[in-house]
């Protein structure tokens, strides 16, 4: 059955009320996406689907490939990310290049590359630990098997995923063992957890999903959406069952900013994971959503970071 | 007085065994594992089923075995038992927060001192039942008021010595709420066509079934193709995951222009500020701090 996201939203508005189902916010015009053309001490050019776009490099920015970078470690040809300075969108605040996530759960390990199932609506991702990033790796995810959870912000290199930072702490037990959710006894009109982020383009940047706003959400009703092959599980965090198509409110509980988005996919991957982001000090537990990752940003994310605190409102 | 208080325990005996057993089956949360959770993960699952059906097999024998072979059965759960209380004396000094796993998740609260007597006592009843010349079964159809006496005494120690019962009880007074409840699909159209806007909007539908469902916490939204005044309309339906078929909203919103038509039931529709913002309430904005 095709799926007709913009109506379904906008008839759920029309039976329970606007409130219920806000209109998604636009994109973010101080988060630009793009191909890098070319990078000099003081200026940055971006190719975007609107056109070229150039930013300036103040002292204060800050360069990101793998680890904080200066300008020589960028080259014309790669995927980048700028959030532009708040007071001044003609100023790069932070540039990204490459950046890559993969979260889910390890079904492979073989010749010291992982191979990782990150939902049944995705392809599986091959995963290499470079030697400089292998402590830091093992340090959060002590079993690098099959059956595990595996949550790591690295590099994209010619479609191989180079795993780089740890962004969440391996629970020590497979998934067939994840605790059930505790019965839940209120009505979970909102929530509080954990965010995080995919990238629906997986780092192509001239792919129209690279700047795609929204979220991939760990609740869809499974008679409606999930479809042949679903792997959903029930969500450590109360979360109301929502459709592709429907729409939340979303909070950052440590910046404040907020936004309505839409659910464009099913975070079948995060709904494994019931840990707490420490980027705030929040002690709620459970991933609310998997936002994509213009929105991660332009909702005050750091995508090196993982994750952020956040609230979600469903009317 | 002793036999029939004998007699009365191969039924206490076989009915917790098979308590535990379809328990152990049937529920698989990691904090009613017990012992079971002190092995390597991949033991686990195997050796829960194996606890389960060796407990399945006792009861059943008890319940049916007399003589020779039924003492040994006797035999067999007293040792059980007695292996139980020891393990479980030594997963509360392992693992303080592990529930003991005795009724599968039911039984996740940590290990204390009840649950161990209570495997004391069934021990003590195992044992106590070695020597008796009838079955379970004979025992049972055989059984008068004094047996019922005895039951329903011993039914309310083990019952003070039963954590799970407090599990049982949260679990039966405390529903999912709507917005989290799985529903099955076929459930929402037996409650879409049982109402009065399904009858009234019938001829207006020209699909057999629906183009689209999706769920919005609450609510399940089933949506037909239909034809009304010469036009292709859509014909929405908003039915509550909860409630009767009262609670049923319908809208008819024209195929081409998504302009509402008509709407039925209690429906909100856009106010003046969703309008405005094309449908959002809360007018603000985007990613500004609040």
Not at chain 2, 28 to 33: F, H, L
Request: charge should be positive; aromatic fraction near 4%.
């Amino acid at each position: 059955m095709p799926v007709d996201t913009r109506e379904r939203r906008r008839l759920t508005a029309a039976l329970l009320g606007g409130g219920t189902a806000p209109v998604p916010d636009e994109p973010d015009p101080g988060v630009v996406r793009g191909t890098l053309v070319d990078i000099g001490p003081h200026l940055i050019s971006v190719a975007t689907p609107q056109g070229e776009e150039r930013f300036v490099l103040a002292e204060d920015s800050v360069l990101w490939r793998g680890r904080v970078a200066d300008v020589t470690e960028l080259s014309p040809g790669q995927d980048v990310i700028v959030r532009t300075h708040p007071d001044n969108r003609w100023v790069a605040q932070r540039v990204w290049s490459g950046l890559a996530r993969v979260t889910g759960v390890i079904v492979a390990e073989e010749d010291g590359l992982l191979e990782v199932d990150t939902g049944h609506d995705r392809r599986n991702s091959v995963v290499a630990i470079p030697y400089r990033s292998s402590g830091r790796i093992q340090v959060r995810h002590p079993i690098l098997k099959p059956g595990y959870l595996f949550d790591a912000v690295g590099l994209d290199k010619d479609g191989e995923f180079q795993a780089m930072i740890p962004v969440s702490s391996q629970p020590p037990y497979p998934v067939a063992e994840t605790p059930r959710r505790p019965a839940v006894r209120r009505r979970p009109t909102t929530v509080s957890g954990t965010v995080g982020w995919y990238d629906p383009a997986e780092g192509r940047s001239g792919d129209p999903l690279a700047t795609a706003t929204g979220a991939a959400y760990p609740a869809l009703d499974r008679s409606a959406d999930c479809g042949p092959g679903c792997d959903q599980v029930t969500s450590c965090a109360p979360l109301p069952l929502l459709s592709i198509g429907t729409s939340f409110r979303l909070r950052n509980d440590c910046t404040g900013r907020s936004a309505a988005l839409q659910v464009i996919a099913c975070g079948s991957a995060t709904a494994r994971f019931c840990d707490r982001c420490a980027t705030c000090g929040s002690e709620e537990r459970g991933r609310i959503a998997q936002l994509t990752l213009t929105s991660f940003i332009a909702l005050g994310g750091l995508p090196e970071a993982g994750c952020f605190n956040a609230t979600l409102t469903v009317g | 007085m002793i036999d029939v208080v004998r007699e009365i325990q191969l039924l206490v005996l076989a009915v917790m065994l098979l308590l535990g057993a379809a328990a152990k089956f049937t529920d698989r949360s990691i904090n009613g594992q017990g012992p079971a959770g002190l092995l390597p993960v991949r033991f686990h699952r195997p050796v829960a089923l194996l606890h389960g059906g060796t407990e399945a097999a006792l009861a059943v024998g008890l319940l049916v075995l007399k003589g020779q072979p039924g003492n040994i059965v006797r035999g067999a759960t007293a040792l059980m038992f007695v292996l139980a209380v020891v393990t479980l004396i030594q997963l509360r000094k392992r693992d303080p927060e592990m529930g003991c796993g005795c009724f599968g998740g039911l039984s996740s609260e940590p290990v204390g001192w009840r649950t161990i007597t209570r495997a004391g006592l069934l021990a003590v009843a195992a044992v106590s039942t070695v020597g008796l010349p009838v079955s379970g079964v004979t025992a049972l159809l055989g059984s008068a008021s004094a047996h019922a006496i005895v039951l329903g005494a011993e039914i309310v120690v083990l019952g003070a010595l039963s954590p799970e019962l407090k599990e049982i009880a949260f679990r039966l007074t405390h529903r999912t709420p709507c917005e989290l409840r799985q529903v099955p699909l076929r459930r929402t159209m037996a409650r879409l066509r049982a109402s009065d806007l399904w009858e009234s909007n019938r001829a207006t539908i020209t699909s057999a079934e629906p183009v689209d469902l999706w769920r919005h916490g609450c609510w399940r939204f089933v949506r037909f193709a239909g034809r009304r005044n010469g036009r292709d309309v859509d014909v929405v339906f908003g039915v509550p995951i909860t409630g009767g078929k009262s609670g049923v909203r319908a809208v008819i919103v024209d195929a081409e222009t998504g302009t509402t038509l008509v709407g039925f039931g209690e429906v909100a529709g856009l106010s003046r500020s969703d309008r405005a913002r094309g449908g959002d309430g809360a007018a603000r904005a985007p990613y500004e701090a609040v």
